[in-house]
């Protein structure tokens, strides 16, 4: 089983910035997809932003594109997300999701609350 573990959350102003990381445990990460997903109350979970193990190729949700920016590190085990400009509705637990089939995993969330 893999651990997830996120960490970088907090309370910022509208317009701040915020770094999320997600420390993997195991040796499967390199060859792992990444991505974050974040769920506000009453809504959906839904994904944020999506990297390959290689860290070649990404994907956005429309919301965050040209604010957010996934980044991974393989030699740390760690992924990343920059979240800059950042807005009320960004407000949310952010989750990490590792992709590897019977090994896909969650991490336990970590809070983000942007407000004045």
């Known amino acids: 089983q893999v651990q997830l573990v996120e960490s970088g959350g907090g309370l910022v102003q509208p317009g701040g910035s915020l770094r999320l990381s997600c420390a993997a445990s195991g040796s499967i990460f390199r060859f792992s997809a990444m991505a974050w997903y974040r769920q506000a109350p009453g809504n959906q979970r839904e994904l944020v932003a999506r990297?390959?193990?290689?860290?070649?190729?990404?994907n956005y949700a429309d919301s965050v594109k040209g604010r957010f920016t996934i980044s991974r590190d393989n030699t740390k085990n760690t992924v990343y997300l920059q979240m800059n400009s950042l807005k009320p509705e960004d407000t949310a637990v952010y989750y990490c999701y590792l992709e590897r089939g019977q090994y896909n995993s969650w991490g336990q969330g970590t809070q983000v609350i942007v407000s004045s």
């Open positions: 990297i390959t193990s290689g860290g070649g190729y990404t």
